[in-house]
Each structure stands twice: as C-alpha cells, then as structure tokens.
C-alpha cells in the first residue's frame, strides 16, 4: 500500500487531476469575456425618470421619445447596443429629445406600474421594442414598432447617419425571406 505525505492510503482521483485545471481555465475565460463583454454595459443615453417627462418636454421644449421595452426582449437588447450605446445616435438623442425608458414587467413581476400601464394603453403598445416621440404640445405623435436596424432607426429619430458608413441589415422576421 501506498501512502501520502499526510499518511492516507486513499488515491487521488484521476478524474480529479484532471477537472480542478480545466473548471479553472474555465472560469477565467468566463471572466474575461465577461470583462470583455459586459452583460449590460451602460447606456449612453441619459434617460429621464417617467414622472419627469412631461414638465422637462415642455420645460425644454423638446419632444420626449419613449423607448418601450421589456427584459426579455431580444431586439430590444440588440437595438439597446446598436442605437443607444452609440455615441453618436446617444449624443443626438441626448440633445434633442427628452428620453424615457418605459420597461414592461409583466412577464418578471405579473403586473406593470400604474404609470407604465398607462401609456401602453395610451400608444397601444402592443410589441416591443417601440418607440413613441410626443411633441411638447402633444400633437403629431409618430410611432415605430419594432426593430428594423440601426439605419432604419436613425431615419425614424431622423439622425443623420454617421458618414463612418455603420450600417446594420434589418433583423429578419419568421417567414420573411
């Protein structure tokens, strides 16, 4: 019989050896892909509380765009990186709209917000992502329901687009070629 340092006669387990370097390695890439990658990076859009909206459009006078979406929402996420975490489409948001992020919680919580209920009815929200611009006087409200890319999006938040030449192909929807 064969005994350790400490004196056991137990055998280290092979599979052991060989699994601690791996679930190691492991979990450092993980870390640096999070690293990488964060999971929800922050926005460059500087967005008002929902309760402020109102009184800062008329304030500033500017229209308030709402972005309604829900965490689970894919394209939701997609137009989050594409659009919002631009610098350049942020920037322009930024200064010329008042910007409201209105989340749905239905699927998380059960319910909305009183508030947030509201104006889903108000929109008729009925899919997400949608945008909403309101002018300050409430009239010639626009609307874009979900998310066709970036290009598509600055043409609706009429943005100019970069001359960097960004561009992303729409998202292809089930059944469409």
Request: glycine share 4%; aromatic share 10%.
């Given at each position: 019989?064969?005994?350790?340092?400490?004196?056991?006669?137990?055998a280290l387990p092979r599979w052991l050896v060989v699994a601690v370097p791996l679930l190691l390695g492991a979990r450092?890439?993980?870390?640096?892909?999070?690293?990488?990658?964060?999971?929800?990076?922050?926005?460059?859009?500087?967005?008002?509380?929902?309760?402020?909206?109102?009184?800062?459009?008329?304030?500033?006078?500017?229209?308030?765009?709402?972005?309604?979406?829900?965490?689970?929402?894919?394209?939701?996420?997609?137009?989050?990186?594409?659009?919002?975490?631009?610098?350049?489409?942020?920037?322009?948001?930024?200064?010329?709209?008042?910007?409201?992020?209105?989340?749905?919680?239905?699927?998380?919580?059960?319910?909305?917000?009183?508030?947030?209920?509201?104006?889903?009815?108000?929109?008729?929200i009925l899919g997400f992502p949608s945008l909403v611009v309101v002018p300050p006087d409430g009239k010639n409200v626009?609307?874009?329901?979900?998310?066709?890319?970036?290009?598509?999006?600055?043409?609706?938040?009429?943005?100019?687009t970069p001359s960097s030449g960004r561009r992303s192909a729409p998202l292809s929807r089930p059944g469409s070629p």
């Open positions: 019989m064969h005994r350790d340092e400490s004196g056991s006669t137990r450092v890439a993980s870390g640096l892909y999070e690293k990488a990658h964060p999971s929800n990076p922050a926005s460059l859009v500087v967005w008002a509380p929902l309760e402020e909206a109102e009184a800062l459009s008329v304030e500033r006078g500017l229209p308030i765009l709402y972005d309604f979406s829900a965490d689970w929402c894919m394209p939701c996420q997609v137009m989050d990186r594409e659009v919002f975490e631009d610098a350049t489409a942020a920037r322009y948001i930024n200064a010329r709209y008042i910007p409201v992020r209105v989340t749905d919680r239905r699927e998380e919580e059960g319910e909305n917000h009183p508030a947030v209920q509201a104006l889903l009815r108000k929109y008729q626009r609307q874009k329901r979900s998310y066709d890319g970036y290009t598509e999006t600055l043409k609706f938040l009429r943005i100019p």
